[in-house]
């Protein structure tokens, strides 16, 4: 028989758990804090509610990492902030329960946790992200599983989800956080520039190396490399990432002298992997190294009970950087907002309410709209425009259209292509070419 530790400071729910847990075959023993548990001996399973009277659900999950017990803990708790499950991820906790949930839910949890050898043990994180939905629940579990190891992640989602700030967290948080977390975007960089960027290169390497210059791999020795848009990765290049990550070794451009780096390696990508996969556009071995652990980090249009709270930590973000006086959202308006897909996610939402609060200045914030929604005006025009134009003015105006858009991108981002690149959700080398055929 198993034996499982319940500690529950309320009465009424110590008593129902202990009765699902007993009608299952375990023995229970049962208690209202730490403080009534002489030794943690014999014990399966501890199921620990992190809101205790007397002290944190999260003290003494670090007391027993620090002392040494290797027990298995479930966390309970009505409070799934992100920073309580993150904080009981990394200090040991193997799975999360929200409340409220059923005795079959908990019931699979412990069956699924006490059929397996031995359990995972984070360490410890903190970190902001907002969220208190089942789909970032599971994020906030994972964050903290990749924090406690040294395995390479990928994180996958929509643009505007917010994968740059959880690989940031996840460093931050890791054994490596004392060294320098360093970010290379693979579609900002022209192709022919890019493996000089990642793996360095030799003096006379090319026209323009003057001296030895490290690449992004050394520079982030000890540490973390973020490879951003990694599905953009041109195909020639992954073959000599994989090599990387299969033995930490790799060779400057131009140079004959084999190196080595410890670095712990994140990426991210708002693409299909396994598609590209399918078209022969991306290796199937480097995506399996790059996914030892996989989050999937959910669009906004999913999870809209963390909308509010969004809102309100932007408000407050927004008044600090501002000096204004917002003090919320008036009902009207966050039900407008909650009727939204937000199709640019967190970004364009944090976006949208930082225009608000300096609209509205103080007091209560009455619209909130996604700004793609201001420019419905526009769209009509548009429309106006085409319903009049003959057949054979399509292709030219089109190439009109396309050529004062970008002329216009082009001028707002002082030339950078790059930004101008990443403002159109493109490659910078395909914005070359698109340059090239508008004689631009």
Same mark, same amino acid.
């Given at each position: 028989?198993?034996?499982?530790?319940?500690?529950?400071?309320?009465?009424?729910?110590?008593?129902?758990?202990?009765?699902?847990?007993?009608?299952?075959?375990?023995?229970?023993?049962?208690?209202?804090?730490p403080?009534?548990?002489?030794?943690l001996?014999?014990f399966?399973?501890?199921? $620990?509610?992190?809101?205790?009277?007397?002290?944190?659900?999260?003290?003494?999950?670090?007391?027993?990492?620090?002392?040494?017990?290797?027990?298995?803990v479930?966390?309970?708790? /009505?409070?799934?902030?992100?920073?309580?499950?993150?904080?009981?991820?990394?200090?040991?906790a193997?799975?999360?329960l929200?409340?409220?949930?059923?005795?079959?839910?908990?019931?699979?949890?412990?069956?699924?946790?006490?059929?397996?050898?031995?359990?995972?043990?984070?360490?410890?994180?903190?970190?902001?992200?907002?969220?208190e939905?089942?789909?970032?629940?599971?994020?906030?579990? =994972?964050?903290?599983?990749?924090?406690?190891?040294?395995?390479?992640?990928?994180?996958?989602g929509?643009t505007?989800?917010?994968?740059?700030?959880?690989?940031?967290?996840?460093?931050?948080?890791s054994?490596?956080?004392?060294?320098?977390?360093?970010?290379?975007?693979?579609?900002?960089?022209?192709?022919?520039?890019?493996?000089?960027?990642?793996?360095?290169?030799?003096?006379? /390497?090319?026209?323009?190396?003057?001296?030895?210059?490290?690449?992004?791999?050394?520079? /982030?020795?000890?540490g973390?490399?973020?490879l951003?848009?990694?599905?953009?990765l041109?195909?020639p290049l992954?073959?000599?990432?994989?090599?990387?990550?299969?033995?930490?070794?790799?060779?400057?451009?131009?140079?004959?002298?084999?190196?080595?780096?410890?670095?712990?390696?994140?990426?991210?990508t708002?693409?299909?992997?396994?598609k590209?996969?399918?078209?022969?556009?991306?290796?199937?071995?480097?995506?399996?190294?790059?996914?030892?652990?996989?989050?999937?980090?959910?669009?906004?249009?999913?999870? #809209?009970?963390?909308?509010?709270? $969004?809102?309100?930590?932007?408000?407050?973000?927004?008044?600090?950087?501002?000096?204004?006086?917002?003090?919320?959202?008036?009902?009207? /308006?966050?039900?407008?907002?909650?009727?939204?897909d937000?199709?640019?996610?967190?970004?364009?939402? =944090?976006?949208?309410?930082?225009?608000?609060?300096?609209?509205?200045?103080?007091?209560?914030?009455?619209?909130?709209?996604?700004?793609?929604?201001?420019?419905?005006?526009?769209?009509?025009?548009?429309?106006?425009?085409?319903? #009049?134009l003959?057949?054979s003015?399509?292709?030219?105006?089109?190439?009109?259209?396309?050529?004062?858009f970008?002329?216009?991108?082009?001028?707002?981002?002082?030339?950078?292509?790059?930004?101008?690149?990443?403002?159109?959700?493109?490659?910078?080398?395909?914005?070359?070419? #698109?340059?090239?055929?508008?004689?631009?």
């Open positions: 028989m198993k034996n499982i530790l319940l500690v529950e400071d309320e009465r009424d729910v110590r008593y129902a758990l202990r009765r699902v847990l007993e009608r299952a075959g375990f023995s229970v023993v049962d208690v209202e804090g403080e009534q548990i002489e030794n001996d014999g399966n399973l501890i199921i $620990l509610d992190l809101k205790l009277k007397n002290t944190s659900g999260i003290d003494f999950l670090k007391e027993m990492k620090e002392s040494g017990v290797n027990l298995p479930v966390v309970i708790t /009505a409070y799934a902030n992100a920073e309580n499950i993150i904080s009981a991820s990394r200090y040991g193997v799975d999360i929200k409340k409220p949930f059923d005795g079959e839910e908990l019931l699979e949890v412990i069956d699924r946790i006490l059929g397996e050898a031995e359990p995972e043990r984070p360490e410890d994180i903190d970190g902001v992200i907002v969220g939905s089942e789909g970032m629940l599971e994020v906030f579990k =994972k964050v903290g599983l990749a924090a406690s190891t040294n395995m390479n992640v990928l994180l996958i929509e505007g989800v917010g994968k740059d700030l959880l690989a940031r967290i996840i460093h931050e948080n054994h490596k956080k004392e060294g320098p977390f360093v970010v290379i975007n693979c579609s900002a960089i022209p192709e022919n520039l890019l493996e000089a960027e990642l793996f360095g290169y030799k003096k006379g /390497a090319f026209t323009g190396a003057v001296r030895d210059t490290k690449g992004k791999i050394e520079l /982030a020795e000890g973390t490399l973020f951003d848009e990694i599905g953009d041109p195909f992954q073959a000599k990432l994989l090599r990387f990550l299969e033995d930490r070794t790799f060779y400057r451009l131009g140079d004959d002298r084999e190196r080595r780096a410890d670095v712990r390696v994140i990426a991210a708002n693409r299909d992997l396994k590209l996969i399918g078209e022969g556009k991306f290796r199937e071995d480097l995506y399996y190294r790059l996914s030892q652990i996989v989050i999937d980090i959910p669009p906004l249009r999913e999870r #809209k009970k963390d909308i509010p709270k $969004l809102i309100d930590f932007f408000i407050n973000k927004a008044n600090t950087e501002f000096g204004t006086k917002v003090t919320g959202i008036e009902e009207e /308006a966050l039900e407008e907002a909650l009727s939204y937000w199709r640019g996610n967190v970004r364009e939402l =944090k976006n949208a309410v930082y225009k608000a609060v300096l609209e509205t200045k103080k007091g209560r914030i009455r619209n909130l709209r996604p700004l793609n929604e201001e420019v419905k005006d526009v769209y009509e025009l548009i429309d106006m425009c085409l319903q #009049k003959p057949e003015e399509y292709a030219s105006f089109l190439r009109k259209v396309e050529r004062r970008i002329e216009f991108l082009m001028d707002k981002c002082g030339g950078n292509k790059s930004q101008v690149a990443k403002l159109l959700g493109i490659s910078r080398n395909t914005l070359r070419s #698109k340059l090239e055929e508008l004689d631009l």
